[in-house]
């Protein structure tokens, strides 16, 4: 896995930058909402371990594209 054990905050937002996704982008690419990647980005909350997989897959599957990340 690619995410487990990282700073989520530190992680998403680099995920992010790499990829030149907005909050937006990366929210609708992992099904979640804006407000939720917004929070994760701030340490208001952490993604659930459901979120987890599902953010680890979309790495995975950028990388798998060629795209490096994380």
Do not use: H
């Amino acid at each position: 896995m690619i995410s487990r054990e990282r700073n989520y905050p530190a992680l998403v937002k680099e995920v992010r930058r790499q990829l030149a996704l907005s909050q937006e982008d990366l929210a609708q690419e992992l099904g979640v909402s804006y407000t939720t990647i917004n929070r994760w980005e701030n340490g208001q909350s952490q993604p659930s371990k459901m979120a987890k997989v599902l953010f680890d897959s979309f790495c995975e599957k950028m990388t798998e594209r060629g795209r490096q990340v994380g």
